[in-house]
């Protein structure tokens, strides 16, 4: 079937006016009409879903995909938290929990790899090309066929791979933590968690292949039922099966987590898709649906990956996630306890980076299409933007750990057998990690421009490469005298240095070929610095509200204190040296605060 090209009426590089009804959320609704099809004389009527890939997109649909994946992903970073809190509870922070955490070293590589970067910076470009040029007319279905090739494939893969860490766990486990004192405990629950390379693997894949086609309630929601499955398989299994019953829960929530999108997958892949309005097919398209990295198509012959792109992208993704390898090796040799104080100190001090990086899953589809569509400038815009919505979030919830870390420890940890002293040591090691939390969040920004284009790069990885020759450097240096707190400064200064080179290498086109969407540094930069300097200021302000005398014995007191101050100060410092998003964010308040006290009162 041959279908025609989609209209567009682009109004800037950030904004899209649409001459269609906007796409669903997989509402199974025509959010234009507010019915489940719209009619006209002589047409077919339309599900909301068939029609979300034609649709251009609006500054409205692309502020309901975040507000939706936001709200989701704050649910799983919650359930996310009970999960580390019962794992707290039930098992404390000892040789127990240090042999699990050995163990979740697969799901956090398989993650990593297979849902929230790798496997996603290979696949969504490739799905956003097949898309475009469905909509430019190619015969047959390059949407189909590109997963009638790549999926048997992959799929075939991740079963091998997963077999191989089951076989080889106990070689792994001595690897990754050769000085731990129950090695045959960590081994049981690694052949455990080796079925998430298969579960990640096909979650992974659905949740690329979803976002491409503008469906983001499915794949915002896996990390919900995840929790809940490890969640619920430690209380249910705990008592007789101990903490391997959290490794059981990991290949319980993988399966819940394919089992979630696969309807909207199946929806999406086997409708027939409709024709969408004929318009000429521009230049610029058809230089960018020729020059496609993932091959040419004629009807259903398809070469749809770059075998170069998927092992460039790969390569970081491993490099990337042997920051913790590199920690769990160094701290394997310290006493009992140590790799549970580094992982509690990490959740915690990652929820910031997570909720900064959440407009960044939205907007990566709009940039790797923007690109197959030839349109640089729209992806240029929407990059910088990213940076400086993320960069703000991620600084404001920087400050606010590094001014409440202990009262945030305490309220969600301790209880049980994680103790006061367990409290103490993890929240000295989150005021080190969040130094790095900015250079986390700018990393995994830039890292998504460079490879939208869908084209092999190699700079990323050496820049995360240089970044984890420091974090070793500096770990193994300090260690012995520093402790769990010198590991967590090494992951700083590496994943910090990362970012600045990464940010370093977007140049612009006018100084050479720019190795990704080509963005203003020195822009960027200036941008920066007007929200680092409030966060410092924040910092400040907001420890000093939570150290108050009463702050040992009323920790929620201390924390609201310290929160309420650090956001305050943050905000009205960052409006006063006007950085980008402030004043529209306080006037959106603003208005939305009057209209609710018109409600009331009038």
């Known amino acids: 079937m041959t279908l025609p090209p989609t209209p567009r009426h682009a109004t800037g590089p950030d904004t899209e006016t649409a001459t269609g009804p906007s796409p669903g959320l997989d509402t199974g609704t025509d959010t234009a009409t507010g019915t489940g099809a719209s009619t006209s004389a002589g047409t077919t009527p339309r599900r909301a879903d068939d029609t979300a890939e034609h649709t251009p997109l609006t500054p409205r649909f692309l502020a309901r995909a975040t507000l939706l994946t936001a709200s989701l992903t704050v649910a799983g970073a919650l359930l996310g938290l009970v999960r580390d809190q019962s794992l707290a509870r039930l098992f404390g922070a000892g040789r127990d929990t240090d042999a699990f955490l050995v163990a979740w070293t697969v799901p956090e590589f398989a993650a990593t790899l297979l849902i929230e970067e790798g496997l996603a910076f290979a696949l969504i470009p490739a799905f956003s090309k097949a898309l475009a040029r469905r909509s430019q007319g190619a015969s047959g279905d390059p949407v189909r066929s590109l997963v009638a090739v790549t999926l048997p494939r992959l799929a075939l893969a991740f079963t091998a791979v997963g077999a191989l860490v089951a076989v080889a766990a106990p070689r792994l486990v001595g690897v990754l933590a050769p000085g731990l004192p129950d090695p045959a405990l960590a081994v049981d629950c690694t052949r455990l968690t080796a079925t998430c390379v298969l579960s990640f693997g096909l979650a992974g894949y659905g949740s690329a292949a979803l976002r491409a086609h503008r469906r983001y309630l499915a794949p915002a929601a896996i990390y919900v039922v995840y929790n809940v499955g490890i969640v619920t398989a430690m209380f249910a299994l705990g008592g007789a099966w101990g903490v391997r019953s959290a490794a059981f829960g990991v290949a319980a929530g993988g399966i819940l987590m394919v089992l979630t ?15 969408a309005p004929t318009r000429p097919t521009t230049d610029t398209e058809t230089n960018a649906s020729t020059s496609s990295d993932i091959g040419t198509s004629t009807g259903t012959d398809t070469q749809p990956l770059n075998i170069l792109l998927m092992a460039s992208v790969v390569l970081f993704a491993l490099c990337r996630q042997a920051q913790v390898l590199v920690e769990r090796f160094l701290a394997s040799s310290l006493p009992a306890g140590a790799i549970s104080h580094l992982n ?3 959740k915690i001090a990652q929820i910031p980076m997570t909720l900064s990086t959440m407009l960044c899953t939205v907007t990566f589809p709009v940039v790797a299409r923007a690109l197959a569509e030839g349109d640089t400038e729209r992806a240029r815009a929407r990059v910088e933007r990213d940076l400086a919505v993320a960069s703000g979030v991620v600084l404001l919830g920087t400050a606010a750990v590094l001014a409440c870390a202990p009262q945030i420890v305490e309220l969600l940890f301790q209880r049980g057998a994680f103790t006061a002293r367990d409290t103490a040591a993890t929240a000295g090691v989150i005021r080190v990690y969040a130094l790095g939390l900015l250079g986390q969040t700018l990393t995994g920004v830039l890292v998504r421009s460079y490879f939208s ?11 995360m490469a240089a970044g984890i020759v420091v974090t070793c450097w500096i770990g193994a240096g300090t260690v012995g005298s520093w402790g769990v707190t010198g590991i967590a400064a090494a992951n700083a200064a590496g994943i910090t240095l990362t970012a600045a080179l990464l940010l370093c290498g977007m140049r612009s086109a006018r ?6 969407v080509p963005v203003r540094t020195g822009h960027v930069l200036r941008e920066l610095s007007r929200p680092l300097c409030a966060a410092v200021a924040a910092t400040a302000a907001g420890t000093l509200a939570a150290s108050g005398p009463a702050a040992p014995s009323a920790p929620v007191a201390s924390l609201a204190a310290g929160g309420l101050t650090v956001t305050v100060v943050f905000v009205l410092l960052g409006w006063a040296l006007g950085a980008q998003g402030f004043a529209p964010a306080l006037r959106s308040v603003r208005t939305r605060t009057r209209r609710l006290a018109h409600a009331v009162f009038r």
Do not use: F, K
């Open 261 to 275: 999108q696969l309807p909207s997958l199946v929806r999406q892949l086997c409708t027939r898709p409709p024709a």
């Open 344 to 346: 509690y100190a990490q």
């Open 453 to 463: 284009a869908g084209r092999a790069t190699w700079y990323p990885l050496g820049a």
């Open 511 to 516: 100084h050479g070929r720019p190795r990704g």
